[in-house]
């Protein structure tokens, strides 16, 4: 995402990094170096994320290895946008399908796509507003209750219970 900030050389662009902050002091210099720095803002470890959503235009999560990604489909419950990984990185974007509910990257790795897919939400609120609209309806479907019953239904049919 760093790297993307210097493609996009947009300096209304901000990064809000969420979590644990391990390479800080490596995403610091990395920004220094690409003269990004003003625009990357380290939030650190939150008791309530809430805030962090309610505030953001999209998230992004352009990870090399993530087994689910709660943080995708807790961004979609605040109905926002998700920029991700696609399901070679990432387990939730199997479920996902890029322009409808979401925007999927090839390559985490890839600066200039990341940029563009930034740049495809800024410039298009129709698309914003799409991806919006089915982040609530992708995440509403995987609520605990809802997945506890479609697993209720999936071991009562592995034992022959099911109807």
Same mark, same amino acid.
């Given at each position: 995402?760093? %790297?993307?900030?210097?493609?996009?050389?947009?300096p209304?662009?901000?990064v809000?990094?969420v979590?644990?902050?391990?390479q800080?002091?490596?995403?610091?210099?990395?920004a %220094?170096e690409?003269?990004?720095?003003s625009?990357?803002?380290?939030?650190g470890?939150?008791? #309530?994320?809430?805030l962090?959503?309610?505030?953001a235009d999209?998230?992004?999560h352009?990870?090399l290895?993530?087994? *689910?990604?709660?943080?995708?489909l &807790?961004?979609?419950?605040?109905?926002?946008?998700?920029?991700?990984?696609q399901?070679?990185y990432c387990?939730?974007? +199997? &479920?996902?399908? #890029?322009?409808?509910?979401?925007l999927?990257?090839?390559?985490?790795?890839d600066?200039?796509s990341?940029?563009? +897919?930034?740049?495809r939400?800024?410039?298009?609120?129709e698309?914003?507003?799409?991806?919006? #609209?089915?982040?609530?309806?992708?995440?509403?479907?995987?609520?605990w209750?809802?997945?506890a019953?479609? *697993?209720? *239904?999936? *071991?009562?049919n592995?034992?022959?219970?099911?109807?």
């Open positions: 995402m760093i %790297r993307s900030l210097a493609v996009l050389s947009d209304s662009v901000f809000a990094v979590g644990h902050l391990g800080r002091v490596i995403w610091e210099e990395m %220094r690409l003269n990004v720095r625009q990357l803002h380290f939030l470890v939150r008791e #309530d994320v809430g962090a959503y309610v505030a999209f998230l992004v352009p990870t290895e993530d087994t *689910y990604a709660m943080v995708v &807790e961004a979609m419950s605040h109905a926002l946008p998700v920029i991700v990984s399901s070679a387990g939730i974007s +199997a &479920e996902l399908t #890029d322009g409808v509910n979401a999927l990257l090839n390559d985490p790795h600066a200039d990341l940029a563009e +897919a930034v740049s939400l800024q410039i298009s609120p698309l914003h507003q799409r991806l919006c #609209d089915r982040s609530v309806e992708f995440a509403s479907m995987r609520t209750d809802s997945v019953q479609q *697993y209720e *239904y999936l *071991y009562a592995l034992r022959g219970l099911g109807s």
